[in-house]
């Protein structure tokens, strides 16, 4: 669940209850697709509860990474606009946050305070899946995949209240 503190800890109060009221939750079945190799994403997504498999093809072979509770979906499609080179199907029955593309440049262009936590809080959290993926592949040091940087936890204990909040709203888990 670490990952989505990255997000959430960068956000101010106001910017959380934006998300609230302009998000959506979406309920999926193991087998469904959230995602679609070469397929545009039209939002981002926090995954609440259940679990997906990253795969690099449209089936369950090949899968690259498990995601479950507090990660964040379709953030590399939404920084850069191209189609995603990978599939993300669900492996266990998932709840969902979702909040379009269209909404989320709305308010990027309407208020730039949430615009540079926004991007900040997309950047550390891309940041740490690099980290943990360069650790991974045994280029990094395994003593510290777990480290949290001192900038970062000042928002983490707010940003976990925040998920919290998150889930009380949209998934009744």
């Not at 101010?12 to 190799?37: A, F, M, S, Y």
């Not at 615009?115 to 690099?130: G, K």
Request: glycine share 6%.
């Amino acid at each position: 669940m670490k990952r989505v503190l990255y997000f959430l800890g960068h956000l101010n109060d106001r910017d959380v209850e934006w998300l609230l009221q302009n998000g959506t939750k979406l309920t999926l079945e193991t087998g469904d697709r959230l995602i679609n190799k070469g397929q545009a994403v039209d939002s981002l997504y926090i995954v609440l509860s259940g679990q997906l498999a990253v795969c690099a093809n449209n089936n369950f072979n090949e899968c690259i990474a498990k995601l479950e509770a507090g990660e964040v979906v379709g953030e590399m499609s939404f920084l850069e606009s191209t189609p995603p080179a990978v599939s993300v199907i669900v492996t266990a029955p998932s709840v969902i946050y979702q909040i379009s593309r269209e909404k989320i440049n709305l308010r990027l262009l309407t208020n730039s305070e949430f615009r540079a936590n926004f991007y900040y809080a997309l950047a550390l959290f891309l940041s740490n899946r690099l980290r943990k993926t360069t650790g991974q592949l045994g280029f990094g040091n395994p003593e510290d995949e777990d480290l949290v940087d001192a900038n970062v936890l000042d928002g983490v204990a707010q940003a976990g209240s925040r998920f919290v909040k998150i889930l009380n709203r949209f998934s009744e888990v």
